[in-house]
């Protein structure tokens, strides 16, 4: 059973506008991370923001959102001010430690195009 | 200054000839994760350290092992590298804290089989 869910393969975004990249993720642990990263074409996995699963607060870095809804098992990343440089590929990842079993999954990603 | 180090960053072998790859932490990380990424798909999963305890993806195929002879360093032996081995192989560390932390990543070695 797939365990990150990212249901946009691409998506096309004005420049400046604001941008959300979905995630839905399954898990019977109860604590568990998520995270973003991007990776632009050079291949390199850039880490944007994480979110615990005992948080409250929507975690925030900089111009990165993370809208964490646990009832719904979602985690929404939300990029506002898109600019030029935010083209990449984006991934969505979940960590569970399960006796010393400690992995980190990855969603298929969504290709975020941001046009000028 | 790089945390993850991998070399080497292309690596290009022959069919069939076993190839090594390596990675290099100064995180003092006790978590070592090894990827393979093909093109426009997500890194898919090989193996973990978690100190010296390995685990194997039950879907990584017996051509792919792994060593970790102390907390810095991690290998990934492809021991006759086909066509289909041509991706991105990514190595990522990270604490042990109850999967509440990142992980840091490499910037990889992009292998080409001949």
């Known amino acids: 059973a797939q365990k990150i869910t990212q249901t946009q393969p691409g998506m096309f975004v004005q420049e400046k506008e604001a941008v959300t990249l979905d995630c839905t993720y399954d898990t019977s642990d109860q604590s568990y991370g998520l995270f973003w990263y991007k990776q632009p074409s050079s291949g390199e996995m850039i880490f944007l923001i994480y979110q615990g699963s005992y948080d409250e607060q929507n975690a925030t870095e900089g111009r990165y959102s993370l809208n964490f809804q646990k009832a719904r098992k979602s985690a929404n990343l939300v990029i506002s001010a898109s600019q030029l440089g935010d083209s990449a590929m984006y991934f969505c990842?979940?960590?569970?430690?399960?006796?010393?079993?400690?992995?980190?999954?990855f969603g298929k990603g969504t290709r975020l195009h941001i046009l000028p | 200054d790089a945390m993850v180090i991998q070399n080497p960053r292309y690596q290009v072998t022959q069919f069939g000839k076993p190839v090594t790859l390596s990675c290099s932490q100064t995180?003092?990380?006790?978590?070592m994760y090894w990827y393979q990424q093909k093109s426009s798909q997500a890194p898919k999963l090989l193996f973990h350290y978690y100190d010296k305890d390995f685990n194997n993806e039950a879907d990584t195929p017996d051509n792919f092992q792994s060593r970790r002879p102390n907390t810095s360093f991690c290998f990934l032996d492809i021991r006759s590298p086909g066509l289909g081995d041509a991706a991105m192989y990514l190595c990522?560390?990270?604490?042990?804290?109850?999967?509440?932390?990142?992980?840091?990543f490499g910037q990889g070695t992009r292998l080409t089989v001949v």
């Open positions: 990522a560390t990270s604490r042990d804290m109850g999967g509440l932390t990142e992980a840091f």
């Open positions: 990842a979940m960590r569970e430690d399960v006796n010393r079993d400690d992995k980190i999954i």
């Open positions: 995180l003092n990380h006790n978590v």
